[in-house]
């Protein structure tokens, strides 16, 4: 009787804890979110030591949706040492969850959406790929190959992505200028594995190329290949 006292008890506390630790971020949040413009310069360094090439965001929003914080930012590039822009990104919208990251003790995103994506991609003679405007030097190609595998690892983490009106511009000395596009796709986590669906134009093509699989959680490699 007296352990399920207590065991009453500690529970009791335990949810009278969570709630105030969660009313607490709310009510810190909704003091914050009006100055989120004041930390832009901040965030723009933290993306860039994420990704490792410079990060620009044209307008940062972020507001409240019940518990759960919204943040929306427009303009987004990125730019490799000698390419501006090679990642260009008109929209993104993601959802922090509150109550899961202060379970987790770490961001946890719903509802990310990244709408109107350039990608400018090149590869050498020996068919590798890469951010268009990367230094050729082996380190300096693995460093940038990193950093895009780190996020895309990241994004897949999260419980589903949608990446609308992605366009991927390759530059080759084997073929002419190869465009890809893909008007949506998504990603959705379901236990280990990341499933990806999306439709594929190349060129003029008028038949896509439908893509259903399962992505592994770690894609460090994911960049080590060739066309």
């Given at each position: 009787?007296?352990?399920?006292?207590?065991?009453?008890?500690?529970?009791?506390?335990?949810?009278?804890?969570?709630?105030?630790?969660?009313?607490?971020?709310?009510?810190?949040?909704?003091?914050?979110?009006?100055?989120?413009?004041?930390?832009?310069?901040?965030?723009?360094?933290n993306l860039a030591q994420l990704t490792g090439m410079d990060v620009h965001v044209g307008d940062l929003i972020g507001e409240l949706k019940g518990?759960?914080?919204?943040?929306?930012?427009?303009?987004?590039?990125?730019?490799?040492?000698?390419?501006?822009?090679?990642?260009?990104?008109?929209?993104?919208?993601?959802?922090?969850?509150?109550?899961?990251?202060?379970?987790?003790?770490?961001?946890?995103?719903?509802?990310?959406?990244?709408?109107?994506?350039?990608?400018?991609?090149?590869?050498?003679?020996?068919?590798?790929?890469?951010?268009?405007?990367?230094?050729?030097?082996?380190?300096?190609?693995?460093?940038?190959?990193?950093?895009?595998?780190?996020?895309?690892n990241y994004a897949a983490e999260q419980q589903q992505v949608s990446l609308l009106d992605v366009s991927l511009t390759l530059n080759s000395p084997?073929?002419?200028?190869?465009?890809?596009?893909?008007?949506?796709?998504?990603?959705?986590?379901?236990?280990?594995?990341?499933?990806?669906?999306?439709?594929?134009?190349?060129?003029?093509?008028?038949?896509?190329?439908?893509?259903?699989?399962?992505?592994?959680?770690?894609?460090?490699?994911?960049?080590?290949?060739?066309?």
């Amino acid at each position: 009787m007296r352990a399920m006292r207590a065991a009453t008890r500690l529970l009791f506390w335990a949810v009278v804890i969570a709630s105030v630790l969660l009313a607490s971020t709310v009510l810190l949040a909704k003091l914050a979110l009006p100055l989120i413009n004041v930390y832009q310069p901040q965030i723009e360094r933290n993306l860039a030591q994420l990704t490792g090439m410079d990060v620009h965001v044209g307008d940062l929003i972020g507001e409240l949706k019940g518990v759960n914080v919204e943040f929306r930012a427009t303009d987004l590039s990125l730019d490799t040492p000698k390419q501006l822009e090679a990642i260009k990104l008109e929209y993104l919208s993601l959802e922090l969850d509150i109550p899961k990251t202060l379970f987790t003790l770490s961001p946890q995103f719903q509802n990310v959406v990244l709408s109107g994506v350039d990608v400018l991609l090149q590869e050498d003679e020996l068919g590798n790929i890469t951010l268009k405007g990367q230094e050729a030097s082996p380190s300096a190609s693995s460093s940038a190959d990193t950093a895009v595998s780190r996020v895309l690892n990241y994004a897949a983490e999260q419980q589903q992505v949608s990446l609308l009106d992605v366009s991927l511009t390759l530059n080759s000395p084997r073929f002419d200028e190869l465009s890809v596009v893909m008007p949506a796709t998504m990603l959705r986590k379901r236990f280990a594995k990341t499933l990806l669906r999306t439709d594929v134009f190349i060129n003029d093509i008028e038949q896509p190329i439908q893509v259903r699989a399962q992505m592994s959680r770690d894609l460090t490699n994911f960049l080590e290949q060739q066309v």
